[in-house]
């Protein structure tokens, strides 16, 4: 059974950085992505960004791209997210997600993802 852990996240003031980690364990093949998204309140379920574990192929939100990025270590199964330069808006429960399958096309949508995490909550205040 896959599982998937985050850790990482916590309260940092505006123009911080957090690094998010995911590690997915339950499974022995490298055939899958992983996505990050998150949920803040009042608001819908954000895409924000994937990585193929087979290729390295990568993907982003516009609302993240130049600040966020996405790598994975192989020895430990796990995939960060570093995150820089955060804002107020920035402020959700953000999970990770696993999808059989070695390519991150559609990769903002939700049914995709097969496995998700239980979620890290990440608040950016002064």
Do not use: H
């Not at 690094?19 to 379920?45: D, E, Q, V």
């Not at 390295?56 to 939100?61: R, S, V």
């Not at 990025?69 to 107020?88: C, P």
């Amino acid at each position: 059974q896959v599982q998937l852990v985050e850790s990482g996240g916590g309260l940092v003031q505006p123009g911080g950085s957090l690094r998010l980690s995911c590690t997915a364990s339950g499974f022995t093949s490298n055939y899958y992505t992983i996505g990050w998204f998150r949920l803040a309140p009042g608001k819908a379920r954000e895409g924000l960004s994937c990585i193929s574990r087979s290729d390295g192929d990568t993907a982003y939100a516009d609302s993240v791209k130049g600040r966020f990025s996405i790598s994975g270590d192989d020895a430990s199964n796990t995939v960060y997210l570093q995150m820089n330069n955060l804002k107020s808006e920035d402020t959700a429960v953000y999970y990770c997600a696993l999808a059989r399958g070695g390519s991150c096309a559609g990769w903002w949508g939700p049914s995709k993802y097969a496995s998700w995490g239980q979620g890290t909550q990440v608040t950016v205040s002064s």
